[in-house]
């Protein structure tokens, strides 16, 4: 960086083509932060992109690169390039889908050998995992996102965890049926007694 960019960090994102990944990588790059995307050599496309598969992943990577954003191939299970992925960095950013939020026990692992990370964001944006009360089969999910907090308090990384509930648009067409691909045809689980309160807020 130039001696001028000092309120700028180094961001590195991992799982930035997701459904979220995406626009974190833009903004970032947006903000003017030398921003680095690591990325899977067979990531799958963003979901609820209308098609395309592999194109549309070709043009989010080139949209990437255009806006001046470096793209890592590679796959978190590789420690010793995920270590130098994060030495040069000073922020990672992880947004891991939630089949993977147990994998960051390897960033952990590489952020703490690599010593040099000013500030550590796990994929952890959904309901806040230590104040949720939550059945299954989304508890599960909830506590291994629990174990990755201690963990990282443990090691005494710099963190900050973000949790903002959820995406209306998300779970919205699905009326938050377990495993539903859309509307449900026939009936609608509420868990509870249905009476649990909720706020909402428009964007």
């Given at each position: 960086?130039?001696?001028?960019?000092?309120n700028?960090?180094?961001?590195?994102?991992?799982?930035?083509?997701?459904?979220l990944?995406?626009?974190?990588?833009?903004?970032?790059?947006?903000?003017?932060?030398?921003?680095?995307?690591?990325?899977?050599?067979?990531?799958?496309?963003?979901?609820?992109?209308?098609?395309?598969?592999?194109?549309?992943?070709?043009?989010?990577?080139?949209?990437?690169?255009?806006?001046?954003?470096?793209?890592?191939?590679?796959?978190?299970?590789?420690?010793?390039?995920?270590?130098?992925?994060?030495?040069?960095?000073?922020?990672?950013?992880?947004?891991?889908?939630?089949?993977?939020?147990?994998?960051?026990?390897?960033?952990?692992?590489?952020?703490?050998?690599?010593?040099?990370?000013?500030?550590?964001?796990?994929?952890?944006?959904?309901?806040?995992?230590?104040?949720?009360?939550?059945?299954?089969?989304?508890?599960?999910t909830?506590?291994?996102?629990?174990?990755?907090?201690?963990t990282?308090?443990?090691?005494?990384?710099?963190?900050?965890?973000?949790?903002?509930?959820?995406?209306?648009?998300?779970?919205?067409?699905?009326?938050?049926?377990?495993?539903?691909?859309?509307?449900?045809?026939?009936?609608?689980?509420?868990?509870?007694?249905?009476?649990?309160?909720?706020?909402?807020?428009?964007e």
């Open positions: 960086m130039e001696p001028g960019d000092r700028k960090s180094r961001i590195l994102i991992i799982g930035g083509t997701g459904h990944g995406k626009f974190i990588v833009a903004a970032s790059a947006r903000a003017g932060h030398p921003t680095s995307a690591l990325v899977r050599a067979t990531a799958p496309p963003p979901p609820a992109t209308g098609g395309g598969g592999s194109s549309s992943r070709a043009r989010l990577l080139q949209s990437f690169r255009d806006a001046g954003v470096t793209i890592l191939q590679g796959d978190i299970g590789d420690h010793d390039l995920l270590v130098k992925a994060v030495r040069a960095a000073d922020v990672v950013i992880s947004v891991v889908g939630y089949h993977d939020v147990g994998e960051q026990m390897k960033i952990i692992a590489a952020i703490k050998e690599a010593g040099n990370i000013k500030r550590f964001i796990p994929s952890d944006f959904g309901n806040d995992a230590d104040h949720a009360h939550i059945v299954e089969p989304a508890k599960a909830f506590d291994v996102e629990a174990q990755i907090r201690r990282v308090e443990a090691e005494g990384i710099p963190y900050t965890f973000v949790s903002f509930n959820f995406f209306a648009g998300y779970y919205l067409p699905t009326l938050v049926q377990p495993g539903a691909s859309g509307l449900p045809a026939d009936k609608v689980v509420i868990l509870g007694d249905g009476n649990t309160k909720g706020k909402k807020k428009t």
